[in-house]
């Protein structure tokens, strides 16, 4: 199983991971959603919060430098600078991760 969480604004990715203040927390196994949940997100705690809720993905929009730091050594697959609708996105995740084989993050179980 694997964690993912994206920052949202509204339907959509939020523009930049220090201004969201907002998540989808999705649990994904063999290319199905098993749960998802919106969460509040504290900027100042995020990798705390996000490595406490097992994110092993997280999908965003654009990071500073502060950001990038922030992560910096957390078990986390960041992939940044994506736009879009929530969904839109979580589907093309999971359709390309199934695809091949297994969902990104997957190193054994988390």
Sequence with gaps: MTTIAITTFGNR????????DCFLLVKVHDGKVLTRTS???DPR???QVL???GVRVLICGGLTEQCVRML???RIRVIPWVQ??????????IALHASAGAVAGKEGTS
């Design 13 to 20: 990715v939020s523009a930049r991971l220090d201004c969201a």
């Design 51 to 53: 490595e406490g809720l």
């Design 72 to 74: 910096r050594g957390s």
């Design 45 to 47: 705690g995020g990798r």
């Design 84 to 93: 879009g609708d929530v969904e839109e996105v979580l589907t093309q995740f």
């Design 39 to 41: 969460m509040h997100l």
